[in-house]
């Protein structure tokens, strides 16, 4: 029997919960999301990780004892991404409640950034079968670059707060004295010597945050976007700044997407990346590969398709429309 065919109160589901990822602890959320399961009768078992790797830990040991139908992973893309490490190739599908900075699978996917929307695209049942990266060994299911978003992403790491504000901060803080490197980029059967101020691996479209660095990406065609983005001047940075954020990144002179299965990217030595927005520190030589339709993801079912400001435009209006919902529950 399958998931969808199966009675409320015949699911059981693992709900994976970091406590202390994005802005505000989040065992403050397991209140609303226990009465929400129950209240759909759902049968389900909270556990909150410990450490770093806890929750692939969790997440394997569900897939092993075969007596869950799904692992939830309340909590941001660290969470997401550890969670998954431990369902990639096991059949059994993750559910994102998404409560981190950026929340960048969650919401290339359309989930909302709320408790309440976010369990009903659990409800809803919709399952696909999505891709990941590998860079070397290391899996990625939304995006890996290197250069600039990496520098970033490691000072952000180090800050006591969190947040958007706190993240805008670190980047002018690291823009001030970051300088591009040169890399050797192998991708598509092209290799190209490029000083460059970011390359990243896409997977997925954002970076989250609704920041999109390849708006074309999917996460089920079994390939990757590779987006180079050339050094340039203040102003043009400052441009690439606003296409991000209105989706006509793909338009910017500064920046080549290329769709790739694999690729490798060289540099002088071992530096500072990023996987799944979370800093480590990476070999001179990263050799990506797309892995196909090796993880299953719970999705809603009213995806449409992306359109440049349009797409931005509408889900920005979204999110202020859950902070003042969440504002007037909280008063």
């Known amino acids: ?46 556990c909150a ?8 830990e969790l997440a394997a040991e569900a897939a092993r004892c075969g007596t869950f139908d799904g692992v939830l992973a309340c909590g941001g893309d660290g969470t997401v991404n550890e969670t998954a490490r431990g369902l990639t190739g096991t059949g059994l599908p993750l559910g994102i409640i998404p409560a981190g900075s950026g929340n960048g699978l969650a919401r290339h996917l359309g989930i909302p950034v709320d408790i309440d929307r976010s369990l009903r695209v659990i409800a809803e049942r919709n399952i696909i ?13 939304c995006t890996c670059g290197v250069g600039f978003d990496a520098a970033v992403s490691e000072r952000f790491a180090r800050q006591k707060r969190r947040g ?22 192998e991708a598509g059967g092209q290799v190209v010597t490029e000083r460059a101020f970011l390359v990243v691996c896409c997977n997925a479209s954002q970076y989250g945050n609704n920041a999109f660095i390849a708006p074309d990406a999917s996460v089920t065609d079994g390939m990757l976007d590779l987006a180079i983005v050339h050094a340039g001047n203040p102003f043009s940075h400052a441009l690439l700044g606003l296409d991000l954020l209105t989706g006509f990144i793909g338009k910017n002179a500064l920046v ?26 990476m070999p001179a030589d990263i050799n990506i590969t797309c892995v196909p339709g090796a993880i299953k993801l719970f999705s809603p079912t009213n995806n449409t398709r992306f359109k440049p400001l349009l797409t931005p435009m509408s889900l920005f209006f979204r999110d202020c429309g859950l902070s003042v919902a969440h504002l007037w529950r909280n008063n």
């Open 1 to 46: 029997m399958t998931l969808a065919e199966k009675a409320y109160s015949d699911i059981r589901l693992r709900l994976i919960i970091n406590p202390i990822s994005g802005t505000v602890s989040k065992l403050r959320m397991i209140p609303n999301i226990s009465r929400r399961l129950e209240q759909a009768g759902i049968d389900f078992e909270i």
């Open 49 to 56: 990780t410990e450490g770093p790797g806890h929750a692939t």
């Open 129 to 141: 079968s999505a891709d990941y990266g590998l860079a070397n060994s290391t899996p990625f299911f």
């Open 164 to 185: 958007v504000m706190m993240y805008l901060k670190s980047a002018i803080d690291e823009y001030v004295k970051f300088n591009p490197e040169e890399y050797v980029i």
């Open 256 to 281: 080549d997407i290329i769709r790739v299965k694999s690729a490798s990217i060289r540099r002088k030595k071992a530096g500072a990346a990023h996987i799944d927005g979370d800093p480590h520190v």
